[in-house]
């Protein structure tokens, strides 16, 4: 979070802070502690784990107005913008 968007605040403010968690739903939702393995079905006979590749770090030149767009979703622009040339390749691929 950048500072522009920080600002100090005293116990008594924090205090009066609305949270946003749903309450409602969670209590809805049950409790989901102690349950066993087995009563979500779950095959761990073919599981197997993938580590992911490292990245590697290059220097892309990319139209200002492109990279004002994937920034201007938050946190997490670069992965976004791996992604959707990671369907680009997929597609060219697969047609």
């Known amino acids: 979070m950048s500072e522009k968007h920080m600002k100090p ?3 008594d403010e924090i205090r009066q802070l609305k949270g946003k968690t749903d309450w409602d739903r ?6 989901f ?3 066993d393995e087995e009563d979500f079905d779950l095959d761990w006979s073919t599981t197997r784990v993938v ?4 990245k590697k770090a290059v220097s892309l030149r990319i139209d ?3 990279l ?3 920034k201007s ?3 997490g622009y670069q992965t976004r913008m791996n992604a959707v040339l990671r ?3 997929e597609a060219k691929r697969a047609g």
């Open 51 to 54: 580590m992911p590749e490292p």
């Open 68 to 70: 004002d767009f994937f």
């Open 26 to 31: 969670l209590v809805r939702a049950g409790d």
């Open 33 to 35: 502690e102690g349950r």
């Open 64 to 66: 200002p107005d492109i």
């Open 9 to 11: 605040m005293s116990l």
């Open 73 to 75: 979703q938050g946190k």
């Open 87 to 89: 369907a680009y390749m």
